[in-house]
């Protein structure tokens, strides 16, 4: 398949900034609400369809082949016009209100420890995860409800000319709390830790084989790989150290190798407070980190002068203050940030993903802020940081 050269362009951006070079420019992009993407069309009177990714022509995309433990359709246990309840191929219920951003999981099928031993994953080359359209939960139940998706691979092709496009994998912890809920994990993680660690190896073995199937079947049409891969919040991590480097991070690394094998940079996107493992993810091979949450304590300048150039930045930009911070104090937050990409190594985005607090008036703001200051060499005037480089 062709590529515009404004996508040429674009790759070169990403790559270039993954490798600590100085590319144009900094590279944007983001994640979206919903609700954000129907206010932005509204305040800036864009039609209903409008693309935000092709409107401001953003650097790069993430997609998902479906990673369900079963290769299923959404069982519809309710519906109405406010909620959906379903069941899904992580054998999880889920309540989805329509009027509000993020699902509730009600139950799962996996609640002891039993279970969890009996549990059974299907094939990760099973065709129908990247070549046959479908229901599945990582991106059918979340910020909406979206059912029979199309095929993966018909995604990655329609995106491909125009823009840099990551798959994406869940690590071990991501997949875990989907199949046995969070206070499972965190129970069974006290009372089971090594037949949950056993667990976990196979969760891994799983994994591995979505991430390097989904680079066959795409077939040169990816330019990276997101890892999601949430283990904080935003105080500390959700267990210790010691746990996830003797259980999580062993999958981290391997399928970081995988991706790396294949020529593919690696973005991991882990919410929370992760400052006593950064070093690990280094460790790991990670090239870039996200979405280095403001509101966990997490800042981007900061992570510059104490690892350098040794991993990428990816994120970092408090929607808090995008929504409600005056004009120029925004305008002193962005500029200040765009000291960590000083010899490439930072994509400016949000510290998670944008909600609708955020005005459509002022993500366009910031945006252009981006693209005026973020132009090589950078000229930060009186934000400036010298000590950085």
């Not at 069982?75 to 992580?90: A, M, P, S, Y």
């Not at 699902?103 to 046959?132: A, C, G, H, N």
């Not at 990670?286 to 994120?315: M, Q, S, T, W």
Request: charged share 30%.
């Amino acid at each position: 398949m062709n590529r515009s050269p404004n996508c040429m362009k674009k790759l070169e951006r990403m790559n270039k900034s993954l490798h600590h070079e100085e590319p144009d420019q900094v590279p944007v992009s983001d994640f979206f609400w919903g609700s954000f993407l129907d206010r932005w069309r509204r305040e800036l009177g864009l039609s209903p369809g409008t693309d935000i990714y092709r409107y401001y022509d953003l650097d790069w995309i993430v997609t998902m082949p479906n990673m369900d433990p079963h290769i299923k359709q959404f069982e519809i246990l309710k519906q109405n016009e406010e909620e959906v309840i379903v069941r899904t191929g992580f054998e999880a219920v889920i309540r989805k209100k329509f009027a509000d951003p993020m699902p509730e999981y009600v139950s799962f099928d996996t609640d002891s420890i039993e279970k969890l031993k009996d549990f059974q994953f299907d094939d990760p080359w099973d065709e129908r995860r990247y070549f046959r359209g479908g229901d599945n939960q990582l991106a059918g139940v979340g910020d909406q409800f979206l059912r029979n998706l199309p095929p993966w691979i018909d995604t990655v092709k329609e995106l491909y000319p125009d823009f840099p496009v990551y798959g994406s994998i869940c690590e071990g912890h991501e997949m875990l709390w989907r199949i046995i809920g969070m206070e499972n994990v965190l129970l069974w993680i006290a009372l089971y830790p090594d037949e949950l660690g056993r667990f976990i190896e196979r969760i891994i073995e799983f994994s591995l084989g979505i991430a390097e199937a989904q680079i066959k079947a795409a077939d040169g049409l990816l330019d990276g790989m997101v890892i999601w891969g949430d283990v904080a919040y935003t105080r500390d991590l959700l267990f210790s150290p010691e746990y996830w480097r003797k259980h999580f991070k062993p999958g981290v690394k391997a399928l970081v190798d995988v991706c790396h094998r294949y020529g593919l940079p690696v973005i991991y996107h882990g919410c929370g407070n992760v400052n006593k493992i950064f070093e690990d993810f280094i460790d790991a091979g990670v090239d870039a980190y996200n979405p280095l949450e403001a509101k966990a304590g997490l800042d981007v300048v900061d992570l510059r002068r104490r690892f350098g150039h040794r991993i990428a930045f990816c994120g970092n930009m408090d929607v808090k203050a995008w929504a409600l911070a005056p004009e120029e104090e925004l305008k002193k937050i962005v500029l200040t940030k765009l000291n960590a990409a000083k010899g490439g190594g930072f994509i400016f985005q949000s510290d998670h993903s944008v909600p609708s607090n955020v005005s459509g008036e002022r993500y366009d703001y910031v945006i252009n802020l981006v693209r005026t200051y973020g132009k090589y060499p950078l000229r930060l005037g009186e934000y400036d940081m010298p000590e950085i480089k």
